[in-house]
């Protein structure tokens, strides 16, 4: 069989040669990518920053028509008790034109406890904290770059995107929220 | 030049050893002897400038390392420490943070110069690629290290920042979550914004070493921006050393007066109050602003109505830059005989400082107090917003629309045949002056 150890393709390219070639450099390249990966993977959140991931709260303890913060994975969360004043005009919005990302109150909030509003406090255009009450809605108002949101969170004006997230929360008993 | 030959002899024993083995007296020797244009002025001196800024920052940074602890719990008293306990640490501090605005200015001023007698044009494009790959590092690092302080602007800097991210459709949020390392910015973020700060000098320290083997291949520019034809070469240049040497000594001293007048009389005119207040992820400042060079691009930033758009638009007021050498249609590189192109050039430079104003204002003040105005689209004409928008408007006219049409159809002024005709006949007699298209045989 000693023939057969050099095989010569009939233009005379050695295709043995050619698959050992393509082997090593497809090899080569696999481990550079096991070698990078832990390394960009070391970036991704730690597993104490995740485990940080659930608050808890007694919404009982915001009056109506105020707003409290409470921080959550490092970000401020609004718990906003809503007057019925201000339900009804989110509510009256809830088929505005103007809305960006179009949701309904309800959708917003937990059926039961509909003045109740719980969005992570971060403007999502940038990150800053809206400022409470203020804005051409009468929600949050952002002062670093014009950002108007409803009663409801929603974006109505402004360079934002999106409306202020409502992050994975339920009522666990009565009053008492549990976030994340 | 390319074409320099090395004029170097090694005389005594240890540079004749060392020659054979690692030529590196020989590669210093070159350097000095180079023969330069003998008409440039103190606008090119600031290459040099550079260079001493980019060795305080990396020296003075080395030292503040050695007294910073990167922990979100520790970081502002680490720095506060450093300013009242650490021998000379004021000093070594306000070195760096005020080190970094003069790096800027320098930085700012090599750039306009380049622009303005057209040094990124063939055959130096690379130079100038290069030297925009400085800058977008240098933007880079100086974000990062505007962090570690921890202060109130720092993070809400670092906030506003990292939210750019994601703003990139569908990958933005999980990139953001993986650079910050956490779902806010938080101690994960500082650890690798230190040590990125850290690496990123000697990135930029490679990056201008390619910036001057590109530079001594194409030759040096020059105010007239022509080349310089090889017979002339012993007429029109001079050794870089002892003459360059000493000019650009002479603006050294006169730059480093400059930096000792902040960091000596007013360190934190600068910088901004907020950041001597620690860190709160629960309160906003009631105006992010960034440092003082950045406020044009970031004028930019809030001119786009729209997040994504915002963001496009402010990288793309610097990536420009990297195609500037093929936007430019001119045959002719210096604008001393580009009348039309200069008024051009001179507005360009006044509309970057009202990017920079207006970056520092709230956008929906008015421009004219008390002016009555009306509203366009979303916001009144009489404020910032719409200011911005129109000086936003002019920088990007200015790259893809005015360069490439005012080079086609402007008449360039003729153009001397030597460098140093214009100083020695005038600018009377320009008999000797060939018309621009004998640029073209460089």
Known sequence: MAESVVTEHPEGDATRRDFIHIAAGAAAAGAGVMVVWPLVNSMNPAADTLALSTVEFDTSKVAEGMQIVITWQGKPVFVRNRTPAELQRVIADNNASDLKEPQTDQERTKEGHEPMLVVIGSCTHLGCIPTFGSGDFGGWFCPCHGSHYDASGRIRKGPAPKNLVVPEYEFTAGSTIRIG | ?442
């Not at chain 2, 306009?112 to 690092?141: D, H, N, Q």
């Not at chain 2, 207040?277 to 906003?284: G, H, K, R, S």
């Open chain 2, 1 to 442: 030049m390319s074409g320099h030959e090395s004029t170097y002899v090694p005389k005594t024993g240890i540079e004749k050893w060392l020659d054979t083995r690692l030529p590196i007296v020989r590669f210093g020797a070159d350097y000095l002897s180079l023969p330069t244009p003998k008409n440039l002025n103190y606008w090119y001196t600031f290459g040099g400038i550079l260079t001493l800024c980019l060795v305080v920052q990396i020296a003075s940074g080395i030292f503040l390392a050695m007294n910073y602890t990167p922990n979100t719990a520790l970081a502002f008293a680490s720095v506060e420490r450093i300013m009242r306990d650490v021998n000379g640490g004021w000093l070594i501090r306000y070195v760096h943070a005020n080190g970094a605005s003069m790096f800027f200015i320098a930085v700012y001023i090599h750039m306009l110069r380049g622009l303005y007698y057209g040094s990124y044009k063939a055959p130096r494009e690379m130079i100038w690629i290069l030297g925009c790959v400085i800058f977008f590092l240098m933007i880079a690092t100086a974000f990062l290290g505007y962090v570690l302080p921890w202060g109130q602007m720092s993070y809400w800097g670092a906030e506003v920042i990292t939210n750019l991210i994601g703003a990139i459709p569908v990958v933005g949020e999980p990139v953001l979550i993986w650079l910050r390392g956490g779902p806010a910015i938080d101690n994960a973020t500082l650890n690798r914004f230190f040590s990125l700060h850290y690496l990123l000098p000697f990135v930029i320290f490679g990056v201008v070493v390619l910036h001057l083997w590109a530079l001594h291949t194409a030759g040096q520019n020059n105010p007239v921006g022509i080349l310089i034809p090889k017979e002339r070469e012993a007429k029109d240049t001079i050794p870089f050393h002892p003459y360059y040497t000493v000019k650009d000594g002479f603006a050294v001293i006169l730059f480093l007066m400059l930096f000792a007048v902040f960091v000596f009389f007013m360190p934190n005119a600068l910088g901004h109050a907020d950041n001597y207040i620690p860190a709160n992820p629960l309160q906003t400042p009631a105006h992010i602003v960034p440092e003082w060079y950045m406020l044009p691009f970031y004028a930019i930033l809030r001119a786009i109505p729209d997040k994504f758009g915002g963001v496009v638009a402010m990288f793309g007021a610097i990536g420009v830059l990297f195609i500037l050498p093929w936007l430019d249609t001119s045959k002719v590189r210096s604008m001393r005989y580009r009348p039309t192109m200069k008024v051009f050039f001179l507005i360009f430079v006044a509309v970057g400082l009202i990017l920079g104003w207006c970056g520092a204002q709230l956008p929906d003040a008015p421009v004219v107090p008390g002016m009555p105005s009306f509203t366009l689209i979303d916001g009144k004409l009489n404020s910032y917003l719409w200011l911005t928008r129109l000086a936003t408007l002019y920088y990007f006219a200015f790259f893809f629309v005015i360069m490439p049409f005012v080079g086609l159809k402007e008449t360039p002024l003729k153009i001397p045949a030597s460098i140093s005709e214009p100083v020695l006949s005038g600018p009377a007699v320009m008999s000797g002056a060939v018309p621009a298209d004998a640029e073209k045989k460089g």
